[in-house]
């Protein structure tokens, strides 16, 4: 399905199982945190801020926004289940993928 601005919506409940068990074993390699921010480092001369794995965890649903053509492998590795890239530790009962052609390689 296509929304009005040209991108295309991908549903990957089907994935979501397989996510949820890849994410344990990721999330065992990573040191626990109660926080649900954590401050990162500098990426093009900002200091960034991300939500950890366990803010994540608290969401009913999860919305993918994935654009250009440098992020098209990343995606294709999140919609396989791929537990090497750090997506795979991020898990809720829902989750809707948004991706521009340049991402889709279409």
């Known amino acids: 399905m296509k929304s009005p601005s040209g991108l295309s919506l991908l549903q990957v409940q089907d ?4 996510l949820h068990k890849l994410a344990t074993n990721y999330r065992r390699l990573m040191p ?3 926080r649900l921010v954590a401050v990162t480092g500098v990426y093009q001369g900002e200091q960034r801020m991300t939500l950890t794995y366990e ?3 608290r969401a009913d649903r999860l919305l993918w926004l994935v654009t250009g053509e440098d992020k098209r492998s ?3 590795a999140l919609l396989r289940g791929d537990s090497t890239i750090p ?3 991020v898990t809720a009962p829902s989750s ?3 991706a521009d ?3 889709l390689g279409t």
């Open 15 to 18: 994935t979501l199982t397989a």
């Open 32 to 34: 626990p945190t109660t």
């Open 55 to 57: 803010a994540l965890a």
């Open 74 to 76: 990343a995606l294709s």
């Open 87 to 89: 997506a795979s530790g």
């Open 96 to 98: 809707l993928v948004m």
């Open 101 to 103: 052609r340049a991402a």
